[in-house]
Nanobody
């Protein structure tokens, strides 16, 4: 019913930039919070950044000042602009969205398939 499709990952040198995008599609009534998580090998998945439908944001301490989350509500899309990347940012990045599907009274948690970000030193 709902899909989250990510794009924009890849290989970049330390200090470089990448922009991730995630578009939600399907029978969407409303989207509440959208966000990005990441999971490095051998580590737990962690929140990178999140944004509400009103534009309120929160960031992991490790990315503050380097990474910016934004969203286009008309396009059901969330973006992650990553600057000054470090090798420790290397991980699979997952898009997340809290969505109310048409015909349902409750919200559900949806995940994208993940996109690899590799930062070389």
């Amino acid at each position: 019913q709902v899909q989250l499709v990510e794009s924009g990952g890849g290989l970049v040198q330390a200090g470089g930039s990448l922009r991730l995008s995630c578009a939600a599609s399907g029978s969407i009534f409303s989207i509440n919070s959208m966000g990005w998580y990441r999971q490095a090998p051998g580590k737990q998945r962690e929140l990178v950044a999140a944004i509400t439908s009103d534009g309120d944001t929160k960031y992991a301490d490790s990315v503050k000042g380097r990474i910016t989350i934004s969203r286009d509500n008309a396009k059901n899309t969330v973006y992650l602009q990553m600057n000054s990347l470090k090798p420790e940012d290397t991980a699979v990045y997952y898009c997340n969205a809290i969505i109310v599907v048409v015909g349902y009274a409750y919200e559900r948690n949806y995940w994208g398939q993940g996109t690899q970000v590799t930062v070389s030193s």
